[in-house]
């Protein structure tokens, strides 16, 4: 089955720079990779996403890259804002629609 | 509000209880997740239905652990006899991949955390 490993686990950052969390998966035929921010007691919520015909996506401060060929996506945040700061996970989606999670990784925003 | 409601958002209760749960999904999706979580660690699948087919199970879910979905629109997860390892937020998500657009994204829920003591 798919496995989905994500780094770092904690990464803290200066306000300002940029932050880059890097996940790979293991199943080929994964064709959705979404991911989700989530805080302290709340839900994971969807922050952007890519499928697998698309190599990179942009969505102001956020984007993702997708490597089909080395099964490898990444999350990239510029100019971080302590409101970044949160547990990303990634996640990617096989053709039965099952999300298989990432560790996460706790994004830690220094002012 | 339109999204994916749970109820209720907390409960307690004591070894051996049962416990349910409620999840209201979006409206016009027709798959239901649930998930399980812990402090630190990622959702956990559990479970998932395609309108009121229960589709896919995972190991995770003993038997103590029930789901359905009778009318393919809200779903209910019961814990039989409760454990202090259940103690988690429950998670339910809702897609809705035929639907153009949502390209199956799975929407979440504010969960119901659970206690056990």
């Known amino acids: 089955g798919e496995n989905v490993e994500q780094h770092p686990s904690t990464l803290s950052v200066q306000e300002g720079d940029s932050a880059v969390i890097k996940c790979t998966y293991s199943?080929?035929?994964?064709?959705?990779f979404p991911w989700y921010k989530q805080e302290l007691g709340k839900r994971p919520q969807l922050i952007i996403d890519?499928?697998?015909n698309v190599g990179e996506k942009k969505d102001q401060r956020i984007a993702v890259t997708l490597n089909k060929t080395a099964k490898h996506f990444s999350l990239h945040i510029t100019e971080t804002q302590p409101e970044d700061s949160a547990v990303y996970f990634c996640?990617?989606?096989?053709?039965?629609?099952?999300?298989?999670w990432g560790a996460g990784t706790k994004l830690i925003i220094k002012p | 509000d339109t999204g994916v409601s749970q109820d209720p958002r907390h409960k307690i209760t004591k070894r051996g209880q049962n416990v349910t749960f409620r999840c209201d999904p979006i409206?016009?999706?027709?798959?239901l997740y649930w998930y399980r979580q812990t402090l630190g660690q990622g959702p956990e699948f559990l479970t998932y239905?395609?309108?009121?087919?229960?589709?896919?199970k995972s190991r995770l879910l003993s038997d103590r652990f029930s789901a359905e979905r009778p009318k393919g629109s809200f779903s209910t997860l019961e814990i039989q006899r409760t454990e202090q390892g259940d103690s988690a937020m429950y998670l339910c998500?809702?897609?809705?991949?035929?639907?153009?657009?949502?390209?199956?994204?799975?929407?979440f829920g504010p969960g119901t955390r659970l206690t056990v003591l």
């Open positions: 998500a809702s897609s809705a991949p035929r639907l153009a657009g949502l390209r199956g994204t799975q929407y």
């Open positions: 239905f395609q309108n009121e087919a229960q589709l896919e």
């Open positions: 996640a990617a989606i096989h053709s039965n629609y099952q999300l298989i």
């Open positions: 409206s016009e999706h027709n798959r």
């Open positions: 199943d080929s035929a994964s064709n959705y």
């Open positions: 890519i499928r697998s």
